[in-house]
């Protein structure tokens, strides 16, 4: 009997082998399309997905130059909202607060994408509906169904669901993999990393 582990990085190839390499082509030319007119991504995202935020964030201005932020990055801000205004419009008031506009883009990562009827993740469903008002693109990389993000995005990488057990932890390590295959993608970036720049032997 395979162990957990075994189990766990066989369904990690799966996932893999599943994606929409096809729409990640076409998400990655809409985050071209973006830096070239000037826009600004915002990046949402609750939970594990909020620290993918904040790394991707750092990926999108160093390595492919775009200008990108999170709400997550600051919490003092964040949690005002929360306790003055409640969780479920921290993101849209924030976008507002931003002046987001059209030549603007929200990139949610979420496993779930947002779901109204369950009331899951509604802060990302209000932030949707601001973004749409204002005329922002949408993209996503999700899990499940692709949720409310896939319903009204323009670009949604929906991560295979291969175990109904295991949901959470794939989205979310396949946000990483999919943010990862953008940001060195040759027609983004605009700067190596680090050990990709350095000449000479691998080093430890």
């Known amino acids: 009997m395979a162990t957990h582990t075994q189990r766990y990085f066989t369904l990690v190839a799966d996932v893999a082998a599943k994606l929409d390499t096809a729409g990640i082509e076409r998400l990655a030319q809409a985050l071209v399309d973006l830096r070239t007119r000037?826009?600004?991504?915002?990046?949402?995202?609750?939970?594990?997905?909020?620290?993918?935020?904040?790394?991707?964030?750092?990926?999108?201005r160093k390595l492919a130059g775009i200008e990108a932020y999170s709400p997550c990055d600051n919490v003092s801000e964040l949690t005002?909202?929360?306790?003055?205004?409640?969780?479920?419009?921290?993101?849209?008031?924030?976008?507002?607060?931003?002046?987001?506009?059209?030549?603007?883009a929200v990139l949610v990562f979420s496993v779930g994408g947002g779901d109204v009827a369950r009331n899951v993740s509604p802060n990302i469903v209000r932030a949707l509906d601001e973004a749409k008002r204002r005329g922002l693109r949408i993209f996503g990389i999700v899990g499940r169904d692709g949720g409310y993000t896939r319903?009204?995005?323009?670009?949604?990488?929906?991560?295979?669901?291969?175990?109904?057990?295991?949901?959470?932890?794939?989205?979310?390590?396949?946000?990483?993999?999919?943010?990862?295959?953008?940001?060195?993608?040759?027609?983004?970036?605009?700067?190596?990393?680090?050990?990709?720049?350095?000449?000479?032997?691998?080093?430890?």
Request: negative net charge; hydrophobic residues 45%.
């Open 38 to 60: 000037g826009g600004r991504l915002f990046l949402l995202g609750v939970g594990g997905s909020a620290a993918n935020c904040s790394h991707a964030v750092n990926d999108f």
């Open 151 to 204: 319903q009204i995005g323009d670009e949604v990488i929906v991560v295979p669901t291969v175990d109904a057990e295991l949901v959470t932890p794939l989205a979310e390590a396949f946000q990483a993999v999919v943010w990862h295959a953008l940001v060195s993608h040759p027609a983004l970036a605009v700067q190596r990393a680090k050990w990709e720049s350095v000449s000479g032997p691998a080093r430890a």
């Open 80 to 104: 005002a909202r929360t306790n003055d205004e409640g969780w479920d419009t921290v993101f849209a008031e924030w976008l507002k607060g931003s002046r987001a506009n059209d030549k603007d």
